[in-house]
């Protein structure tokens, strides 16, 4: 009887035969075996679309389906099928080392089994087995690789990954950059985003080490920071604004209040006239908003001049809190004044530069009673604006750190 070979080309021999060639055709067939179980071969099938055959070498060693390790290669320019015969029985490590954005099949010569497929992005491994479990359609099988490899395109699911490590930015499906990353040295406070049950919302959480840790979040250049197409409120600087009307001349040295009638039936000029020779005093209180910062306040004249004189005429305001208990009898803080030039026409509209820090004494608390007093410092020779200074109101600028007065 002759000799019969295995589905990869390993000989066997029947009793008796090749005699006296026994120990050349066995070691033959020792290195069949050998590259079966371990060995690597490179299988060029650049071209366009085609089938490539990987045939057996019957009693040969060198085939390439009788490999273990098989790195396709080559330049494809169009969908690429490889084939083994039908009574190939094992399992292979298959590198797709192609290049060209093709499929490549990997599959028995003929019958309607399984079979495995490389899309035309995936330049991975596989793990494939060669069932050979039907005579006229076996099964080709991706046993798949076990983990994710750093070129193939896989769908991670119930997951954990236990130490993710993100460089400097996240992408979107098309590879642009969707979040920045910047790595602060030694930083001790981070964010944690929690997800929430049917009828609450997630929740971003500033954490870490400290007590009380902001959450910043900072607009580019004059963008806002919006909630969907609303401008969400931050903390930072306020006004108030109040009119003459809310002002009172004091006992001494009053400013006087006036209206000035422009046309009939036009804007008429509710206004206090401050002397252009004697220093005089208005003054007007505000239980300040509970989101200020308790800190220094600024401000801005606004003013209408009663003649066309063009020097420099000179405010001061000052202020004190009282909180409740306190005694009204206290003296204002130290006053900051700001210096404007008359305008040149009688009832045009005109306001000061924003002034420095006012400080206001008297320890300010939340739900202080606060008092000022704006003045004309007549009494400087640097104020030699000659008629009266009518002062139509102040915009008093003060600065929040919540982001309301609850």
Not at 343 to 369: H, L
């Amino acid at each position: 009887m002759a000799s019969t070979y295995t589905g990869l080309g390993v000989q066997l021999m029947t009793t008796g035969e090749k005699a006296g060639t026994w120990g050349t055709l066995t070691n033959t067939n020792w290195n069949i075996m050998e590259q079966i179980s371990g060995g690597y071969k490179e299988e060029d099938i650049n071209g366009g679309a085609q089938t490539t055959t990987l045939t057996v070498n019957d009693g040969t060693a060198g085939a390439t389906l009788a490999h273990r390790v098989i790195k396709l290669t080559g330049a494809i320019t169009g969908n690429q099928i490889v084939t083994i015969p039908l009574d190939v029985q094992t399992f292979y490590f298959i590198d797709n080392g192609t290049t060209g954005a093709y499929t490549v099949q990997f599959k028995y010569a003929s019958g309607s089994g399984g079979t495995v497929t490389w899309s035309a992005t995936d330049k991975g491994n596989k793990i494939i087995y060669a069932a050979a479990n039907d005579g006229t359609n076996p099964d080709v099988i991706d046993f798949g690789m076990g983990d994710v490899t750093l070129t193939g395109t896989q769908t991670l699911t119930n997951k954990t990954l236990t130490a993710p490590k993100i460089g400097t930015s996240i992408l979107d499906t098309n590879g642009l950059q969707l979040a920045l990353l910047t790595a602060t040295g030694s930083a001790v406070n981070e964010f944690t985003i929690a997800n929430a049950a049917a009828g609450a919302g997630p929740t971003l959480s500033a954490t870490g080490d400290e007590s009380n840790v902001d959450i910043n979040i900072t607009p580019k250049g004059s963008g806002t920071l919006k909630s969907a197409t609303a401008a969400v409120k931050i903390a930072g600087t306020e006004t108030i604004f109040v009119p003459a009307a809310a002002m009172f001349g004091t006992t001494t040295n009053g400013a006087d209040a006036q209206a000035v009638e422009t046309t009939a039936t036009r804007p008429e000029l509710k206004v206090l006239d401050f002397d252009a020779s004697t220093a005089e005093y208005a003054q007007f209180s505000i239980a300040m908003p509970k989101s200020w910062n308790l800190g220094t306040v600024t401000y801005q004249v606004f003013w209408s001049p009663s003649n066309t004189n063009t020097d420099d005429c000179i405010f001061g305001l000052q202020g004190v809190s009282c909180t409740e208990g306190d005694t009204a009898d206290v003296a204002f803080g130290t006053a900051v004044e700001v210096t404007d030039a008359g305008i040149g026409t009688v009832e045009d509209v005109q306001m000061t530069a924003v002034s420095g820090a006012v400080t206001i004494a008297g320890s300010p608390a939340d739900d202080d009673y606060t008092f000022f007093q704006l003045y004309r410092d007549a009494a400087d020779g640097s104020d030699d604006f000659t008629g009266d200074a009518r002062v139509l109101g102040i915009k008093l600028f003060y600065t929040t750190d919540a982001a309301n007065d609850g």
